[in-house]
């Protein structure tokens, strides 16, 4: 039985820590709008506050987004198939306004449409968004001009969510808002981000981080309910928690999220799920029955090899790496020498999904940013990360146009898409190795150099170990003071 063992306890500070102070990238970007805070500021009340800031930057970036779409808005998405791959500016949005029934006002999961999809393919609560933008959308007219202003509906309401999620990254460690600058500034974010609804999932996923962090519970279960209501990603973060929670005895805690999680998905989902299963069962179905499909490892073997991979047979090569993954994060959870932080755990586990899967469209990005963001603020590697996954969303959609361009063969053609497969891999890759080697060697963790344990670990923040394993059981040898020198 391993002695109980106590987590340093958070140190009671209001200095914000300045990203520009602490981190050399951070320190030399900033040359580009005056240099480091500091050397020309004059602090004082007119001081603009962080979140505020954040969140206009995240709006700015946003409309940037938007921009980038405009030739597809103008023109690309209804005039060719090709087109809106070159000006790599294609969106689901519009497409599925009338693919999925929206401009004929066809009720999500009630009423079958037609085509190979007998209903809609997408969780509830996505199906909810996306009915409440048809309602915003104005009836009768010219189609093209109906599928626009369903875009233009649908991003207004996406980018209510891009500032919620970066509003609530800065807000989830306290002494370090300005991390949520990378959320803001991430050029993933702003070029995916109205590729499809997956940031409704991904922001709400994000306010329940920052209600674990608030040690809000019951609020944190409902928030992830809901999210997992949007897409299914979100639900994973009930496994870093059951672990974390088990390695501090926090089980009053962890049932009280777990009941609100149950409760709210419950709450969407049951009606559709009594008055129309077969619509309510179709996002399920479409999931296990869908191929292997652009981005995943799974595509970039069957390629490599010329030999296809079933549906079944991927189902069950992802389930078998993911349980692999599971293991490998409950032994990094007990035997760690001091106890993970909640978001370190949790950006590994999607991490793992995101890899695994038998798809990666280019906006899954959006699951992996603020977790990434909370779990290793450095920005030398988050940019080296969206490096990777800028040259991913520019190699999709080259290779696609390759691909449709018949005769013209303009693009990018497969040898250079399944590079840019290996290039997403590999960036993900070496960011979970750095979030990994922060777990086993506390003192290159930026977030707990100054003293920290988790600040967002709600109720696990400072808390005792109760159940420890391997070197985990021995005297602590992380306090921050004793390996500053191993800060990187």
């Keep these: 039985?391993?002695?109980?063992?106590?987590?340093?306890?958070?140190?009671?500070?209001?200095?914000?820590?300045?990203?520009?102070?602490?981190?050399?990238?951070?320190?030399?970007?900033?040359?580009?709008?005056?240099?480091?805070?500091?050397?020309?500021?004059?602090?004082?009340?007119?001081?603009?506050?962080?979140?505020?800031?954040?969140?206009?930057?995240?709006?700015?970036?946003?409309?940037?987004?938007?921009?980038?779409?405009?030739?597809?808005?103008?023109?690309?998405?209804?005039?060719?198939?090709?087109?809106?791959?070159?000006?790599?500016?294609?969106?689901?949005?519009?497409?599925?306004?009338?693919?999925?029934?929206?401009?004929?006002?066809?009720?999500?999961?009630?009423?079958?449409?037609?085509?190979?999809?007998?209903?809609?393919?997408?969780?509830?609560?996505?199906?909810?968004?996306?009915?409440?933008?048809?309602?915003?959308?104005?009836?009768?007219?010219?189609?093209?001009?109906?599928?626009q202003a369903y875009w233009l509906a649908n991003a207004g309401l996406l980018m209510a969510c891009a500032a919620v999620l970066a509003v609530c990254v800065a807000r989830t460690h306290r002494r370090r808002p300005w991390d949520g600058l990378l959320v803001a500034l991430a050029p993933s974010v702003a070029l995916t981000a109205t590729i499809n609804w997956d940031l409704l999932a991904v922001a709400l996923t994000a306010a329940a981080v920052l209600m674990w962090a608030r040690s809000r519970p019951l609020a944190s279960g409902i928030l992830l309910g809901l999210a997992t209501a949007a897409k299914l990603y979100p639900v994973l973060l009930l496994l870093p928690l059951l672990l974390l929670c088990c390695r501090a005895g926090k089980w009053r805690e962890y049932g009280t999220t777990v009941l609100g999680f149950a409760g709210s998905w419950l709450v969407v989902n049951l009606p559709v799920m009594l008055l129309a299963p077969e619509g309510w069962k179709q996002f399920y179905l479409f999931s296990r029955q869908r191929n292997v499909d652009f981005g995943s490892v799974w595509l970039l073997v069957s390629q490599r090899t010329g030999a296809s991979i079933p549906p079944d047979r991927a189902n069950l090569y992802a389930l078998l790496l993911m349980g692999m993954a599971v293991i490998g994060l409950a032994w990094l959870a007990f035997a760690a020498p001091r106890r993970p932080r909640f978001v370190q755990l949790a950006f590994l586990v999607v991490a793992a999904f995101v890899l695994v899967n038998k798809v990666y469209s280019p906006q899954y990005v959006l699951w992996l940013v603020p977790l990434a963001v909370l779990a290793r603020p450095r920005w030398r590697d988050f940019l080296i990360w969206q490096a990777c996954e800028v040259m991913y969303f520019l190699g999709v959609w080259m290779y696609l146009a390759f691909t449709t361009s018949g005769n013209d063969k303009q693009g990018l053609p497969v040898e250079g898409y399944q590079f840019a497969i290996v290039l997403h891999l590999l960036g993900t890759l070496y960011l979970c190795a750095m979030v990994v080697r922060d777990i086993l060697a506390p003192g290159r963790d930026p977030v707990r150099q100054d003293g920290s344990d988790d600040p967002s670990g709600g109720v696990l923040d400072g808390a005792e170990d109760v159940f420890v394993a391997g070197g985990a059981g021995r005297p602590a040898r992380h306090s921050a003071s004793g390996e500053r020198e191993l800060r990187g």
């Design 1 to 147: 039985m391993p002695s109980l063992q106590k987590t340093s306890a958070p140190r009671e500070r209001s200095q914000t820590v300045i990203p520009t102070h602490r981190d050399e990238v951070a320190a030399a970007g900033s040359e580009l709008v005056g240099g480091p805070y500091g050397r020309r500021a004059l602090p004082g009340t007119g001081k603009p506050s962080p979140v505020r800031v954040i969140a206009l930057v995240a709006i700015g970036m946003f409309a940037l987004g938007m921009v980038q779409k405009l030739p597809c808005y103008n023109w690309a998405w209804f005039r060719g198939t090709t087109s809106q791959y070159t000006h790599a500016c294609y969106s689901d949005i519009p497409h599925l306004f009338s693919g999925r029934g929206f401009a004929d006002g066809l009720v999500p999961y009630f009423d079958r449409l037609t085509g190979d999809i007998p209903f809609l393919e997408y969780p509830v609560l996505t199906g909810l968004f996306m009915e409440v933008a048809a309602w915003l959308t104005p009836g009768g007219g010219d189609p093209t001009e109906r599928e």
